[in-house]
């Protein structure tokens, strides 16, 4: 059974604070992660894809990669009120058909 | 603006009934997907589609069925309701390779 594994929270940090999510997924062979948030009530959006070992960067967010450790990241950097939210990591795994896994979830709280 | 439409925003439903939840997109994909989502469980795969007429089974089909009669088209059916299956549905479609950024609105169907 592939997994994606993310410590479901709630993650509390304070307003301007960087806010760190990890996952760690089980199948070596995968080559697409994806970081999604998702409000309560809507379907999750995408924030960030990444597909090469280290770091991919866009406005305020960072996402993390390292192949070998089996271990993708996101770093939202001067967290805002707005960012509360579930943060969704997914993977595509690759082998006949592709499919995309996702893990938990983490909530994420940021408070003034 | 590309979308991805399903049929119900919110359904209720009595257990033994035969529901439907459509998915419809307009960017002629290929490849369409049914998710589930329960909180703390994250989204998981029901069935999926890479072409009209093709169906492979997800991590969960069990008391689920599809249909892709038409390439924009993908039906998800559960034969007999249970309470079980109560929960939030979510249609994806991408074009390989995978750009996984669309997602329907989800359905929140309620067996009773």
């Known amino acids: 059974q592939k997994e994606v594994e993310q410590n479901s929270g709630p993650l509390s940090v304070p307003e301007g604070a960087i806010a760190s999510l990890n996952c760690t997924y089980s199948?070596?062979?995968?080559?697409?992660f994806f970081w999604y948030r998702q409000y309560s009530g809507k379907s999750p959006e995408l924030i960030m894809s990444i597909y090469s070992n280290g770091d991919k960067e866009d406005g305020r967010f960072t996402a993390q990669l390292n192949k070998a450790s089996q271990y993708v990241s996101l770093l939202i950097r001067d967290s805002q009120p707005s960012d509360s939210a579930t943060y969704l990591c997914?993977?595509?795994?690759?082998?006949?058909?592709?499919?995309?896994?996702f893990g938990a979830g983490t909530r994420l709280a940021v408070h003034p | 603006d590309v979308k991805v439409t399903q049929s119900s925003r919110y359904l209720v439903k009595r257990t033994g009934e035969k529901v439907f939840l459509e998915c419809v997109q307009d960017m002629d994909h290929e490849n369409m997907f049914w998710y589930r989502q329960d909180p703390g469980l994250g989204l998981r795969l029901i069935y999926f589609s890479y072409d009209v007429k093709m169906k492979e089974k997800g991590d969960i089909p069990e008391g689920y069925s599809v249909s892709r009669e038409k390439k924009e088209r993908f039906s998800l059916i559960l034969e007999s309701a249970s309470t079980n299956q109560t929960s939030m549905y979510l249609c994806?479609?991408?074009?390989?390779?995978?750009?996984?950024?669309?997602f329907g609105p989800g359905t929140r169907l309620t067996v009773l």
């Open positions: 199948d070596r062979g995968s080559q697409s």
């Open positions: 994806a479609s991408t074009q390989p390779p995978g750009l996984w950024k669309f």
């Open positions: 997914a993977v595509e795994f690759s082998g006949g058909y592709n499919k995309l896994i």
